[in-house]
């Protein structure tokens, strides 16, 4: 069935819709009741809608259908994961930091599970924080991916509304169709339930991106580089588009936690609260030293804590996505009881902000890793091809040692950001663009073009771990290598 046509709503229409990703009321009121048990969590096949029309994607449900998962830190990730769909997948815990051989990245070494069958983890957990979940395979950009809650003592203690919103890029097109265009390949390509492995050595040509003069931050203009890669259909958040948007009531006066989670596989986006102050309080899961503001990067695969207060008047607030570099948005809403919901266009009048360091450079983390000797460095360098469409690491063998502190230096000097991700493991951010910092604690971090980040992590969970760029088809073009060691 199509949803009714948005033009105006009331949260009285409101409060009829299923808010899936909404934790209700205070900070504890949804953590899972039955922690302490095996949680069931089934890959499936489902339809939204999507600019009119039913879009057939995949998705991560508990039993009762609601998606994702929400735990207590205090107990393990105990959790059967169960295939209902028709190929073979595997899916990876973003942000945690499971053995080995319980991580998501197929014949990494665990097979792909196969249709209709079933598989336990269970494993403790270090830490709270948003996190999330997908698939390592090209099902990704099918919205096989879901948030990961992890509540805290503290969270639970909080005087706090929690809102959790996924974000997306959605094609009708299938993930192997975009993939063979962005490779200049003729026709599609069946590849479900491949792993990245297999994608590897694929060459070819190009697609079209978006390029040019783009305002920088500081008011210079950099040309030719390539923003991005792939024209999406749609941008998601929690499923919708902004022509019918998910709205969340809220309490006048009350304080609002948006755990904000960016699942695009291949588009960066700048979080604007609009009307709302904001404090950004957390990214990738780690608190932070609190940010003031209103427009907050994030890029694939980072997410943000940002709490808003809402005014005692109370009101409708959109908070937006804006697409980097492009006027396309996404986004929800706000609102007190009773409030009229008007409508927001999908675009705006302006591309939205690139994304870049001067924020990062900036953030401070609560918890920094324990001060010590580095005893292994390493530089590596991100380079690529946009007419063959490969891209590459380059440098150093990252063979370290179980219990060094390990520092890595990547440069990207390449004309498109690359957000790299480190499997099993959480680092510190310790230099930007030449300068020593004491940075935020993350597992995601932006090298926009020709960049310099420098990251730590001590080597405390052994096994063979992915170290990748965080836009899919990058990654499976070529940019991601291993940091392998054992105990």
Request: net charge negative.
């Amino acid at each position: 069935m199509y949803r009714r046509e948005f033009l105006t709503r009331t949260m009285a229409a409101a409060s009829a819709y299923a808010f899936v990703n909404s934790v209700a009321a205070r900070a504890g009121a949804e953590t899972n009741p039955m922690a302490g048990s095996t949680q069931k969590l089934n890959i499936v096949k489902r339809t939204i809608e999507v600019n009119g029309k039913p879009a057939s994607v995949l998705g991560l449900t508990r039993p009762n259908g609601s998606t994702g998962l929400i735990l207590d830190a205090d107990t393990a990730f105990d959790v059967e994961l169960s295939s209902q769909i028709d190929a073979s997948t595997l899916i990876h815990w973003h942000g945690l930091t499971p053995p080995w051989d319980q991580d998501g990245v197929p014949d990494n070494p665990a097979a792909l599970i196969k249709p209709g069958e079933s598989r336990h983890y269970n494993f403790p957990l270090a830490y709270g924080g948003t996190h999330w979940m997908h698939a390592h395979t090209l099902q990704e950009q099918s919205l096989l991916a879901a948030p990961l809650i992890i509540h805290t003592a503290d969270d639970r203690k909080r005087d706090e509304q929690e809102v959790v919103v996924l974000l997306h890029d959605f094609s009708f097109k299938s993930p192997e169709e975009l993939f063979s265009e962005l490779k200049g390949e003729g026709g599609g390509m069946d590849m479900s339930g491949h792993d990245m492995g297999s994608m590897m050595n694929m060459s070819g040509g190009s697609m079209k991106m978006d390029m040019g003069k783009m305002p920088m931050g500081n008011g210079m203009a950099m040309g030719g580089m390539d923003i991005n890669d792939i024209e999406y259909d749609a941008y998601l958040a929690n499923d919708r588009t902004l022509d019918d948007p998910e709205v969340f009531q809220v309490e006048k006066g009350g304080r609002v936690r948006i755990r904000l989670i960016n699942g695009a596989t291949a588009t960066g986006f700048t979080i604007d609260t609009g009307g709302l102050d904001a404090t950004l309080v957390a990214v990738d899961g780690h608190e932070i030293e609190p940010v003031q503001g209103q427009q907050f990067p994030a890029t694939m695969g980072q997410r943000l804590d940002i709490v808003v207060a809402v005014p005692k008047e109370g009101g409708s607030f959109p908070v937006l996505a804006l697409r980097e570099g492009a006027p396309q948005r996404t986004g929800f809403v706000l609102a007190t009881r009773g409030t009229d919901v008007t409508r927001i266009a999908t675009s705006g009048d302006a591309n939205g902000p690139l994304l870049g360091l001067d924020l990062e450079q900036g953030l401070r983390p609560l918890t920094p890793l324990a001060k010590r000797r580095t005893d292994k460095s390493y530089e590596v360098t991100l380079s690529g091809d946009m007419t063959k469409y490969a891209w590459i690491i380059q440098g150093d063998a990252l063979d370290v040692t179980s219990g060094d502190r390990v520092e890595i230096g990547i440069r990207n000097m390449s004309m498109m950001s690359h957000p790299m991700h480190l499997h099993g493991h959480k680092f510190q951010v310790v230099g930007v663009n030449g300068r020593r910092v004491t940075g935020a604690i993350r597992d995601t971090i932006l090298l926009p073009m020709m960049s310099t980040v420098t990251v730590a992590f001590d080597a405390d969970n052994p096994g063979h771990w992915p170290f990748h760029c965080h836009h899919l088809y990058h990654m499976a073009s070529g940019m991601m290598t291993y940091i392998g060691y054992e105990a």
